[in-house]
């Protein structure tokens, strides 16, 4: 039903309230509705704005975007919770007589009569007890000054519109026909459910060694712990670990998914249980609860979270099998069925079956995620999640969220969009996108602007460049230029980026037939010489650490809805900025950055961008100074600017824009 001034299309809200708009902590949202009324007089139209713990503030909103109809007030979350607000519409009394007596009385047009409508609605406005003394004495001032028929017209519309008056009204209308939209909620949570630098690698590798005879002594969370100041001192926040569990024997996977595995082959972590426990027991080469615990405590004095993977999969010999045989689909034949993702095949795990015992398996998983929870973990990275009922994850995150909402859940849900899309509007507070699979200009312009403008009031991407399971064409065949180019854009297009360690080493052999690194640490132990690396030139991880830094440095990179794409007329020069206003920032000044990135790895281009200037605080027609984050590289820019961007040495400018003194 309207209300008497329709207000319609509120944002943010997920799919007409059903389930609570998401932010982050420090997030800007831009809160938005349409709302007009009839004929010519003009509106007002304010936030309503309730945090958790009930104080409602109220936020003028502005319109934007000319003869849309189309409202807008930026404001920060801080406060953790959930927040609900309305919007307000009303007949803006004061603003409608200003536009009509500042065209009719110059022409003498009805001239007493606008000053008798005019008086009464200062009248009003100054009668109004809610103003301070000093705005009632300005009104009163400006009610005797229209009466005053002894002065000139002008002088007495002049009183009436005196700066003071005008600014008295704006910030407190007088108000009639006031109409009030459904009530919709924002669930604000912390900082980390947003923002974030991950780094994924195998405590098994980290410390392995190889023995005389052939076999492999794994590397434990003790060796692993070691690797923790160096994934720190490159900026990131989050250590993700894939599965540290008990992995199965029977079908076990040999080195590049064969099925030979040999007795000293580790097997996959995805392939869960054995006789040594399941989902709450530790992979006794990997140490005991108390290892993982000094694994958790050198992690949290390096500044650095640990996420653990949740794989709600299990091995043939997962105490689960024996223990709970309807937890799984026996086929026409007796077997039990084996998870596939044609045509790959994963003979070393049975998937499990939601159906058959529903509250048996929703008990056991609760209690496996509280295990964890209850020795330091708040991180999850959920494996598959679309490959399970999407009820249960809203169930599973509602539950743990509604004690503990502290806890983090990343799906990776590479799958269709409607259920990428409705794992987040289940509870998921990030997921993994199509990113790696975006690589043209085109597609990534398409891809960025829908993440920022499209999904972000209930999906939060984490663009990571790579995973175990994810080598792509472009990596693989891009050379350093390649691995440049993901990085710079995960880094700075998204609040939250990773990457999987190898990266920085510039891993890009594939295995025969398969997007996906030979020699798959899935399947193998693999330590690194990261040091080696980097003394010899061939390290990518001092440029993780400067992209890592300018996140620190600029709070507009830590946003996602302030992306903004701009133009150039190079067919493979992708342009967009990312600006925060100065009243969102900890130094008060506004923050801006321009990323130009040449996303054909194997070229020189030179070609002219297109900035719509305004995006990021400058007036149009100004020049400013742009400083290149990567070179350290001055120069004064416009509107259109030239630009060389050889891949063969800097793909990417990052340009920290002066905004302002």
């Not at 934007?64 to 109809?69: F, L, R, V």
């Amino acid at each position: 039903m309207l209300g008497r001034i329709p207000i319609l299309e509120l944002s943010p809200q997920v799919d007409e309230g059903l389930w609570p708009a998401t932010a982050f902590s420090g997030e800007v949202i831009p809160f938005q509705a349409t709302a007009f009324r009839e004929g010519h007089d003009l509106i007002g139209v304010d936030l309503l704005l309730l945090d958790p713990a009930g104080v409602q503030t109220e936020h003028r909103m502005r319109p934007i975007a000319p003869g849309t109809d189309r409202w807008e007030a930026l404001v920060q979350l801080q406060a953790e919770g959930l927040w609900r607000y309305r919007i307000q519409a009303y007949a803006d009394e004061f603003a409608t007589w200003k536009h009509n007596a500042e065209v009719k009385i110059p022409a003498g047009i009805d001239v007493e009569l606008m000053f008798t409508i005019g008086h009464d609605i200062l009248a009003r406005a100054a009668a109004d007890k809610r103003r301070s003394t000093a705005e009632r004495r300005h009104l009163s001032e400006s009610v005797k000054a229209v009466s005053d028929t002894a002065r000139t017209a002008d002088d007495r519309l002049a009183a009436a519109l005196d700066s003071r008056i005008v600014s008295i009204l704006d910030a407190r209308p007088v108000v009639s026909l006031p109409t009030l939209s459904p009530t919709r909620s924002v669930m604000v949570e912390r900082t980390r459910a947003g923002v974030g630098s991950w780094y994924e690698f195998f405590p098994r590798s980290e410390g392995a060694k190889k023995l005389p005879d052939g076999s492999w002594k794994s590397g434990t969370f003790r060796t692993a712990a070691k690797r923790l100041p160096e994934v720190a001192a490159m900026g990131f926040d989050v250590v993700y670990l894939p599965p540290i569990h008990p992995i199965g024997r029977s079908f076990r996977k040999g080195p590049n998914n064969t099925l030979d595995a040999g007795p000293n082959d580790p097997g996959s972590p995805w392939a869960i249980g054995g006789p040594e426990g399941g989902h709450d027991a530790i992979h006794p080469d990997l140490g005991t609860e108390k290892d993982f615990a000094y694994f958790l405590g050198k992690a949290k004095q390096s500044g650095l979270e640990v996420a653990l993977d949740l794989a709600l999969q299990a091995s043939p010999d997962h105490p689960w099998v024996a223990q709970h045989p309807e937890w799984f689909t026996t086929l026409p034949d007796g077997s039990i069925a084996y998870a596939e993702n044609p045509p790959k095949k994963y003979q070393d795990i049975y998937p499990i079956n939601f159906d058959n015992d529903p509250i048996g398996l929703r008990d056991e998983v609760l209690r496996i995620v509280r295990h964890w929870m209850s020795l330091g973990v708040r991180i999850f990275r959920v494996d598959n999640p679309h490959t399970k009922p999407l009820d249960f994850w809203e169930w599973l995150i509602h539950t743990v969220n509604t004690t503990d909402p502290d806890v983090v859940f990343l799906a990776e849900a590479f799958t269709r969009p409607a259920i990428l899309k409705t794992l987040a509007k289940a509870g998921f507070q990030q997921s993994y996108t199509y990113f790696t699979w975006r690589n043209t200009k085109e597609e990534l312009e398409e891809f960025l602007d829908g993440l920022a403008h499209e999904t972000a009031d209930f999906l939060r991407p984490n663009l990571f460049v790579n995973t175990p399971d994810i080598l792509t064409e472009y990596l693989q065949f891009g050379g350093p230029a390649a691995f440049k180019v993901r990085a710079a854009i995960a880094a700075t297009a998204a609040p939250s980026w990773g990457v999987y360690s190898g990266f920085e080493l510039f891993e890009n052999v594939a295995r025969a037939g398969a997007e996906e690194n030979i020699d798959n640490e899935k399947y193998e132990y693999r330590p690194r010489d990261y040091a080696k690396a980097q003394t010899l030139g061939r390290s990518l991880a001092p440029y993780l650490t400067m992209l890592n830094r300018a996140r620190s440095e600029h709070s507009a990179l830590r946003q996602l809805r302030n992306l903004h794409v701009h133009a150039s007329d190079d067919d493979s020069i992708l342009v967009y900025s990312k600006y925060l206003a100065g009243a969102f920032t900890r130094s008060g000044k506004p923050d801006a950055i321009i990323v130009v990135a040449n996303v054909d790895p194997h070229s020189v281009r030179e070609t002219i961008v297109h900035l719509e200037v305004a995006q990021f605080g400058i007036q149009p027609g100004a020049e400013f100074e742009v400083k290149d984050i990567v070179t350290g590289a001055r120069w004064t820019w416009g509107a259109d600017n030239y630009v060389r961007l050889d891949a063969f040495t800097e793909p990417v400018h990052i340009l920290s824009v002066k905004v302002g003194s």
